[in-house]
């Protein structure tokens, strides 16, 4: 009998090969997004919990938006337009804003409370969890906002029915429309996380994201033209949250631009987000905890 010779080696082609860097980064991304998608499932099941709460905070949050909107409403079909902007547009500008916020506001709830974090000291809790902290902070306290993707869905479909009805607009809106949705849910996210982030140095943040987030969406809910050019400047160069809604808004509703400005609203929102991010991981790497 052969005995087995000590000196074999395995053939190269059979050695072990290390992974390729991207194929891990890849295998890290979806690991990263099924650990949020699981403590999302789990944060919705304790809310639900309490379920009288989670319906009376969604139908009060439901019935705010509408007061606004009827507000904007009442003086519309009172002068008819405003600078050119009839109500039928100004519901459309509204619901897509509306649901843009909602989408950000679901997906990432915690990232406007990060203050409570840094100032009770609980973000160091989530400093010793085996997942990236930004991935752990938006799956905690997940807030459904039925009522506000209810609000909004309905606006825009009683807008664009009006619209289309009326030929200015075509079918080929409304997945256009979806895809301005989604890329003001991103734009939004952005700012509220570069907010966020600011809380690493400032720790109290409220009066800033009273300006970042609550009054520049607030302004971006109506037509940007009826403000003065300064603050038009201010809400789509320096808080870029008029291409959320209003300056895609141009082309889908009048074509008063092109095609290039949904590539731009797209390029607007994918830099904001990189920058957000690259932001986020500097300051989490000088984060001091401020806690008891």
Not at 79 to 108: D, Q
């Amino acid at each position: 009998m052969n005995k087995p010779n000590a000196s074999t080696k395995t053939p190269p082609n059979e050695q072990l090969q290390p992974l390729p860097v991207n194929s891990i980064r890849r295998t890290n991304r979806w690991s990263g997004i099924q650990m949020y998608a699981l403590l999302f499932r789990a944060s919705v099941r304790s809310r639900m919990q309490y379920r009288f709460n989670f319906w009376f905070s969604t139908l009060m949050s439901a019935l705010i938006n509408v007061v606004e909107f009827l507000m904007l409403a009442v003086i519309l079909m009172k002068f008819g337009h405003i600078k050119g902007w009839t109500l039928e547009e100004a519901g459309w500008l509204y619901g897509v804003l509306t649901l843009s916020k909602a989408l950000y506001r679901t997906v990432a709830s915690d990232v406007h409370n990060i203050e409570n974090y840094l100032v009770s000291g609980e973000l160091d809790a989530l400093l010793l969890r085996p997942l990236p902290v930004l991935l752990a902070l938006m799956s905690r306290n997940v807030s459904i906002r039925f009522g506000e993707v209810i609000q909004g869905v309905c606006i825009l479909a009683l807008s664009m029915s009006s619209l289309m009805r009326e030929g200015q607009i075509g079918w080929l809106s409304v997945p256009l429309t979806a895809f301005i949705v989604l890329c003001g849910a991103v734009l939004l996210f952005s700012i509220g996380l570069l907010t966020a982030t600011a809380g690493f140095w400032l720790t109290r943040i409220t009066e800033l994201q009273n300006i970042t987030e609550d009054a520049a969406r607030t302004a971006a809910q109506y037509p940007l033209s009826i403000y003065p050019r300064w603050l038009q400047g201010f809400l789509i160069g320096v808080i870029p949250v008029g291409f959320a809604n209003f300056m895609p808004g141009l082309f889908v509703l009048r074509g008063d631009t092109g095609w290039w400005m949904l590539l731009l609203t797209a390029a607007v929102a994918g830099a904001l987000l990189s920058l957000s991010l690259f932001v986020w991981k500097f300051g989490i790497s000088r984060y001091q905890s401020t806690g008891s």
